[in-house]
């Protein structure tokens, strides 16, 4: 008689039956060959088993000599119930020999009643019976559903439970598959799978994955089954920039000799793109997956020499490297004529071909949507990027003005932004077209810069008097700001020692982008810009901080400080503290802050709390303050004092004494005699101003017996070289930073301010900027209003033309509009704000706005534009047609100017 072997999950399996019908040991004769090359003794739940090989009816007569009943006996053997007679099977469980079923086996393990017909009707089904008895896992197979064991169900339970890879209750796709296979431990799982059952198993299993690959099924099935499961996404990534060649070409031949299949095209490209999808995903969760899947994919694009095609990628590293090198040239393109536009029409003039800044653009949005941009390690995007807001400013021409209010606010509106980009851009990039474009526009950067700095420094010298509209001395700041606000509401003063405007910029940007329960807030008024106030003179610790704290104009150390202050406050009815370094600095083991100055903060009785931090103005003499990140953590001690701030319900003024300017190796030293710093000197018995410097007198000039020489050019000084220096007459030294955070609400008084960033920081502009706003005209067809009249529709006819205007006073001046105003009368938003929002989405790219730019339009802070835009939207979208809408991302705002023109009857 034929028989089968015997294997241990099918003997397990015929156990498993015994134990279900009560059988707690004896003998079980299984119709097998009795060549056995298994263990001879194991245990079967908790039972001992042995096992006999007898090749004759005699040796099962002497194996029955060894039963017992509180153990199994097992006994294998090729000799039929006929021939082994009563007197032997009566021994036996079951009373006859059991044939070896590995499907039975298998519909017992699954709970099943049925099996599917496409399991058992394959020539080697036998095999892939035995692999699914041995692959079973400890905590044993899931139930089969209906009790019938599917071939999805089985093999599902294979790959969930052996690889790790989807399970039953959801399907399996190819954006699933390729996910399992950047992990780690994919590759092993196959290897352990294919030590522990069956080819025929692991072979079924990896075709039944490969079927819901879809398309891409055969590539992934036959990388899965030469072992290279961690190159399919790796591959995936390659195929793009394969794709970017022709057919028939190198790289195509030898991406189909990787993939070990021919694929058509858009089979490639599904693949490509699910594999980057991908990537996108595990970049936000996995690095080390990350790393290892992206290295691959470079080894890889070179295998398939296929680098020139790089820049198609958006996840590839040398993608994003190729994409860089192009923004890098389109830059350099964009400024290559600045220099000459500056000396024949002047700094303030367009400086930059404004036909290549989409170009730049678009070159930038290639950047910006690559998978990398914004990785923690990829130091070069923000810079790239810095490059490109220089190249928006340089395309907005300006007002050259020589008024001093004018010139201080362009700086806090404009010139320090462009001096935050200023310097993230100048930290340079190790790519040469890169670093080549960001040199021009440096170039280009430095030639307005330099004239807006003499242009301030002369108005200062000019200046005497009270502060110039809507600015403010230093010296008057604690007590016309921060003393009222300190009547309604506890007030915790920080002084940033040596924080420029940029500096500021790059600190409450952080403090409210990190944490939320911080919003800026603005005095009530029609100022949408944050207060700023004038350094006394020279811009240095001495003069500028004494005479903040003392809120009068004075020279003072420590001491003069703490006088003052308590002096000023107490004269205002209110207790104040003031905290140094000597005292921010000592706090115990374990704490972030020293004891007494929390203990001050977390006092409400003491209304202003001050608090001196000394990070920025120390790293003028021994860091890098233009390559330095300036953000809550950077600023020593800021970060914890926040937090006991808004503990507290204080509200924070984040102010400065002074700014300073930053030393990039590009300047000069001009010896003089009798210097206070590294940029001012005394005017008497010293040499006269050069066009670097100016002079200054007057009783806002505290050294020098109050007549003394600044220097105004970033790049001279009178000293040794430092990492940077104030005490000059330039604007990022004299300009000083005033920001009121909020936890939570605006305090009386105050409301939240909008956005504070320029619209070319944010967004690119939709066509060439230029100095003046366009005037063109925009015809208005006008019905007759009746006083019955119905709401407009879509149908209504155009009458007669209006006057001229920007098309968002056209719209307001229509009468579809007015029949909205007059129907939604009570709405908070005024007309001005609605004409501001659409005249910005009429000019931006696409007619869509990120939140920050619609806030800004709308003059409201970014937070409230949730309450805002519904209140623009009942206006706009007449009978409910999505004139204005948000985008599906949730944020970007989205005007259709064609619905625009049907319901309000304004053409272009």
């Known amino acids: 008689m034929t028989v089968p072997a015997a294997t241990l999950p099918v003997l397990r399996a015929l156990l498993d039956e015994a134990h279900r019908k009560r059988y707690r040991g004896g003998v079980l004769a299984v119709s097998a060959k009795p060549d056995w090359d298994g263990p001879a003794e194991f245990e079967h739940d908790g039972v001992p088993v042995r096992i006999v090989g007898c090749p004759s009816t005699l040796a099962v007569r002497e194996a029955l000599l060894e039963r017992a009943p509180d153990r199994w006996l097992v006994l294998l053997t090729d ?109 092993t799982a196959l290897t352990d799978l294919r030590a ?75 693949w490509s793109a699910e594999a980057e999808a991908v990537v996108r995903e595990v970049i936000t969760v996995d690095q080390e997956a990350t790393a290892r899947v992206l290295a691959r994919a470079e080894t890889l694009l070179d295998a398939v020499e296929a680098i020139s095609h790089a820049g198609e990628s958006g996840v590839l590293r040398r993608g994003l490297t190729a994409r860089l090198a192009e923004l890098g040239e389109t830059l350099r393109r964009c400024t290559a004529r600045a220099v000459t536009r500056a000396g024949t029409e002047g700094p303030d003039a367009v400086l930059v071909d404004v036909e290549v800044l989409p170009e730049v653009e678009a070159a930038r949005a290639g950047v910006e949507e690559h998978a990398l941009a914004r990785h923690a390690d990829e130091v070069r995007v923000p810079r790239a990027i810095a490059g490109v807001r220089l190249a928006r400013w340089l395309a907005h021409g300006s007002e050259t003005s020589t008024d001093l209010g004018a010139l201080t606010t362009r700086h806090r509106d404009h010139g320090a932004w462009a001096d935050r980009a200023i310097a993230a851009a100048w930290t340079g990039v ?20 330099d004239v807006h700095d003499q242009l301030f420094g002369q108005a200062l010298a000019r200046h005497s008097g009270p502060a110039p509209a809507g600015l403010i001395h230093l010296e008057d700041v604690v007590a016309t700001t921060v003393l009222p606000l300190a009547k309604r509401q506890p007030v915790l003063l920080v002084i940033a020692d040596g924080m420029s405007q ?41 003069v500028s901080r004494a005479s903040l704290l003392s809120g009068t104009l004075t020279v003072g150390q420590r001491n003069t400080e703490q006088r003052g202050l308590r002096t000023l406050a107490k004269s205002h009815g209110l207790r104040a503290e003031l905290f140094h370094k000597l005292n921010l600095d000592t ?3 374990g704490y972030a802050l020293a004891l007494d100055v929390a203990a001050a903060v977390d006092d409400t009785d003491i209304a202003l709390v001050a608090c001196v931090l000394n990070t920025i103005d120390d790293s003028l003499d021994r860091s890098d ?7 809550a953590d950077t600023v020593k001690h800021l970060r914890p004092l926040m937090e006991r701030a808004r503990r507290a319900g204080r509200v924070v003024v984040l102010t400065s004494d002074h700014g300073h300017i930053v030393e990039r190796r590009q300047g000069r030293q001009q010896p003089a005699e009798g210097t206070s710093s590294n940029r001012s000197r005394p005017a008497a018995g010293g040499p006269s101003p050069t066009s670097d ?22 790049r001279l000084r009178y000293g040794p070289l430092k990492a940077g220096y104030h005490g000059g007459a330039s604007p990022a030294e004299v300009v000083v930073p005033i920001s009121v955070l909020a936890p939570g609400e605006a305090p009386s008084g105050w409301r939240l301010a909008p956005p504070q960033s320029p619209s070319w920081w944010r967004s690119a502009q939709s066509s060439a900027p230029s100095k003046h706003p366009s005037t063109a005209p925009v015809h208005l067809p006008v019905r007759p209003a009746k006083e019955d009249r119905s709401a407009p529709t879509l149908f209504d006819a155009p009458d007669e033309p209006v006057p001229s205007g920007t098309r968002g006073e ?6 579809a509009y007015r029949d909205q105003r007059k129907r939604s009368a009570r709405l908070a938003i005024s007309d001005g704000q609605v004409r501001r929002l659409l005249d910005a989405l009429l000019e931006a790219p696409a007619h869509r706005l990120d939140p920050e730019s619609a806030a800004a339009a709308l003059g409201v802070a970014t937070v409230q534009l949730g309450g805002a835009l519904p209140q623009v939207q009942r206006l706009l979208n007449v009978e409910q047609y999505p004139v204005l809408s948000r985008d599906p991302d949730g944020a970007t705002v989205v005007l259709d100017v064609e619905l625009l023109a049907d319901q309000f009857g304004v053409r272009p």
Request: overall charge negative; proline content about 7%.
């Open 430 to 449: 190790d790519d040469e077209a890169l670093a080549q474009g960001l040199r021009a526009v440096l170039e280009a950067a430095r030639l307005r810069r």
């Open 502 to 542: 940029a500096v500021a910029t790059e600190v409450v940007d952080d403090l409210v982008r990190r944490y939320d329960t911080w919003l800026e807030c603005l005095p009530d008024g029609e100022n949408e810009r944050r207060l700023a106030a004038l350094a006394v003179l020279p811009s240095l610790t001495e």
């Open 625 to 631: 303050p233009g390559g330095t990140a300036w953000t």
């Open 693 to 714: 410097e100016v002079r200054v007198n007057g009783p806002r000039v505290l050294l020098h017996n109050g007549d003394a020489i600044l220097a105004v050019n970033e």
């Open 587 to 589: 706090s115990p083991d």
């Open 79 to 187: 000799r039929d119930d006929n021939e082994l007679g009563l007197g032997i099977t009566a021994h036996l469980t079951w009373q006859r020999t059991r044939r070896p079923d590995p499907w039975a086996a298998v519909q017992d393990r699954f709970e099943a009643t049925r099996i599917d017909h496409r399991l058992v009707s394959r020539a080697d089904n036998r095999d892939l019976a035995l692999g699914l008895l041995s692959a079973r896992p400890p905590e044993g197979w899931p139930p089969a559903r209906a009790a019938l064991l599917t071939r999805d169900h089985a093999l599902a339970s294979v790959a969930a439970s052996r690889l790790g890879l989807g399970s039953l209750t959801e399907p399996l796709d190819l954006a699933s598959v390729l996910r399992w296979t950047t992990r780690g431990e994919a590759a």
């Open 810 to 815: 056209a719209v307001l001046a229509s009468a």
């Open 196 to 270: 522990l059952t069956v080819e025929a198993l692991v072979d079924e299993v990896l075709t039944w994955v490969a079927e819901r690959c879809g398309t891409a099924g055969p590539a992934v099935a036959a990388l899965l089954r030469c072992g290279r499961a961690a190159d399919v996404v790796p591959l995936g990534l390659v195929a793009r920039p394969v794709l970017a060649t022709p057919g028939g070409s190198g790289p195509r031949a030898l991406f189909g000799r990787e993939t070990g299949v021919p694929l058509p095209d858009h089979v490639i490209a599904s």
